[in-house]
């Protein structure tokens, strides 16, 4: 298989850009490269534009429509897929400050549930209504600060979780959400330095770095689908991410084949509650992780690219709620009814919480023994939280 890979919305690690509030990845499929076996079908798209290449942004819904037909027929005589995946940057923000300050590897106030299970889905939507921009704005900046340098942001830190603190004990929430959030914030505010802010490199955490483990699933999955081999991975060329996102391949790889060289660790790793409703997509990156390297192209170079860029722009569209090109309507039907569609957002993980819920059985069908042993875990933890003297 080859694959062509392209984004859209890249605002580098400025995640409050109103003009550019998601980051998105398309990735175009076919058993045949594009680049190779369709430079007819290219030569012909390209004299009736008049162009060098082709641009969806540039050509818009008038020049797309003088080659619809064109695409339609590339679409089907390639038999292309295309998955799209994003990155709603304002949820994000939320996502990393849960993250640096909730987890319970390292705030021993959190109830380990509360982060390791869906039951953080909830958690996250109710602090995205209580954390405004300027507070995200600081979290985001405390996340970006360079490790060594962390220290001199103490106090920063403190003052952080402090105006959250206050924040979360007059907003309109669930007592123990409320009890759950509140304790963890303290122990942060004693603790400021044991949160996870800081960074080791200002790329790790960007959305563009983030957004390309989607890709890799995504390669993973097709070739587990289809039975086939990636023998080409094509990446637009762009001058600030590119390392990053060679290295988040080459990191996966790495945990791929180490999950495959120990059945124990696997089977551990994919029971584990963190991956409910994305367990197999785990799987599937693990014994499908693809052996071809990626090779960075520039879009001018690649009929592949240019198509990823085109249906790229026919999807955010749709996303966005706005019409395109009529005449374009069967690749983006073949796209929506074939394709993946994933990401991050408070919606999508509001989604995987509730799909989540409805296979929980009801409260009145517990048992006595069920009850009370969840009343006596959450007994423990708040003896545990005690002896911390917060």
């Known amino acids: 298989m080859f694959f062509h890979i392209d984004e859209s919305g890249n605002s580098g690690n400025n995640l409050f850009d109103a003009n550019q509030p998601v980051l998105s990845y398309g990735v175009l499929s076919s058993r045949f490269d594009v680049d190779t076996h369709g430079t007819t079908e290219q030569a012909s798209i390209l004299q009736k534009l008049g162009e060098q290449s082709i641009h969806a942004n540039k050509l818009g819904d008038v020049g797309l429509s003088k080659i619809a037909h064109a695409l339609v027929d590339l679409h089907n005589k390639f038999d292309f897929g295309f998955d799209f995946y994003f990155v709603h940057k304002p949820s994000f923000a939320v996502v990393t400050f849960f993250n640096a300050v909730f987890d319970a590897g390292i705030n021993d106030a959190m109830k380990w549930d509360w982060y390791w299970t869906p039951i953080r889905f909830p958690l996250i939507a109710s602090l995205s209504q209580i954390l405004d921009e300027p507070l995200l704005q600081e979290s985001w900046r405390l996340c970006l600060v360079a490790q060594k340098k962390l220290d001199r942001e103490r106090d920063r830190i403190v003052d952080l979780l402090a ?13 123990r959400m409320r009890e759950i959030i509140g304790d963890a914030l303290e122990f942060g505010i004693k603790n400021p330095l044991q949160m996870d802010f800081g960074i080791y490199s200002d790329t790790a955490l960007s959305p563009n770095t983030i957004g390309f483990q989607f890709v890799l699933t995504s390669i993973a999955y097709r070739q587990k689908l289809l039975r086939e081999k990636a023998l080409g991975i094509t990446v637009d060329r762009q001058t600030q991410f590119n390392v990053a996102q060679v290295g988040t391949y080459e990191m996966q790889s790495k945990i791929a084949a180490a999950f495959r060289g120990d059945g124990a660790g696997r089977d551990q790793y994919l029971a ?10 785990a799987a599937a990156l693990i014994e499908h992780f693809p052996e071809e390297k990626v090779t960075i192209a520039s879009s001018d170079r690649s009929f592949g690219l240019q198509l990823t860029d085109t249906y790229l722009w026919l999807i ?5 709620g706005r019409d395109v090109p009529s005449s374009l309507t069967p690749i983006v039907q073949s796209i929506v009814r074939d394709g993946m569609i994933d990401g991050i957002s408070i919606a999508a993980m509001m989604g995987r919480w509730e799909a989540f819920e409805r296979r929980l059985p009801s409260v009145t069908s517990l048992s006595s023994e069920q009850m009370e042993a969840a009343r006596s875990s959450v007994e423990k933890h708040r003896e545990k939280v005690k002896t911390l003297k917060l």
């Open 272 to 281: 584990h509650p963190f991956l409910e409703g994305a367990r197999d997509d």
């Open 316 to 320: 955010n569209r749709i996303m966005k």
């Open 163 to 175: 105006n959250v603190k206050a924040r979360v004990m007059a907003a309109k929430i669930d007592d």
